[in-house]
């Protein structure tokens, strides 16, 4: 039982580059999530989706985009790089975004943008 | 946004001593949730909180639910040098559908 899958582990881009954060899970869930974590920040929500179809803007949004592909799959995509989206991104999935939310995470994509 | 105010934000303790730390909030939440994250790992919940007042334990956690439903705290008792970690606080605000995360304690042992 893999739970929630992240794609890539470590990934390097230059400024002004694309890329597509890759996320999956096996448990049947309706939400999923995407984070980023900065030193002393903890963890920071950009968007999430709380069913298939439909998404909406978290806390720090601006500079991605994301896509509830089916009901497993949820990525996350980062048009042109900067520096400041240097960070670790985690995704995450529940039963569902309300009540008894327990959320759980993937293992990180760590990012760095030069 | 909403903020989960977390301290400490790191404590340097030998092993076999207790630890305590907690989360505080001018907002009232519906859950709180206690995770634990490894170096290169993501978060792994540790004990989930349903009910004002609510004690719960898991091994030698104990977790509980604010009478004012505005905090917790967790509390880990004899630590072991496998306590090592990053614990987050999290909390559902009533009506809402996102999480709000507290900044972590770093928890280090020395031997």
């Known amino acids: 039982n893999a739970g929630v899958t992240q794609t890539p582990k470590f990934q390097v881009l230059k400024t002004g580059q694309s890329m597509t954060l890759q996320c999956a899970q096996d448990?049947?869930?309706?939400?999923m999530y995407w984070y980023r974590q900065d030193p002393g920040m903890g963890l920071r929500l950009i968007y999430y989706s709380a069913s298939e179809g439909t998404t909406d803007k978290g806390e720090v949004p601006n500079g991605y985009n994301v896509s509830r592909l089916n009901k497993r799959e949820f990525s996350l995509r980062l048009e042109s790089a900067a520096p400041s989206q240097t960070s670790v991104y985690f995704c995450?999935?529940?039963?569902?975004?309300?009540?008894?939310?327990?959320?759980?995470f993937g293992a990180g994509t760590r990012l760095s943008v030069l | 946004g909403q903020q989960l105010n977390q301290s400490p934000q790191s404590m340097f303790i030998q092993e076999g001593e207790d630890v305590s730390m907690n989360c505080t909030s001018s907002?009232?939440?519906?859950?709180w949730l206690w995770y634990k994250q490894d170096p290169g790992e993501g978060p792994v919940l540790l004990i989930a909180?349903?009910?004002?007042?609510e004690l719960t334990s898991n091994g030698r956690l104990t977790a509980q639910f604010g009478i004012t439903r505005k905090d917790s705290f967790l509390n880990i008792s004899a630590s072991i040098p496998s306590d090592v970690g990053i614990y987050f606080c999290?909390?559902?605000?009533?009506?809402?559908?996102?999480?709000?995360f507290g900044q972590g304690t770093r928890l280090t042992i020395n031997p």
């Open positions: 907002s009232i939440f519906n859950t």
């Open positions: 995450a999935s529940s039963e569902a975004a309300i009540a008894k939310n327990i959320q759980y």
């Open positions: 448990m049947n869930h309706n939400s």
């Open positions: 909180l349903y009910k004002a007042g």
């Open positions: 999290a909390g559902l605000i009533q009506g809402a559908q996102k999480l709000v």
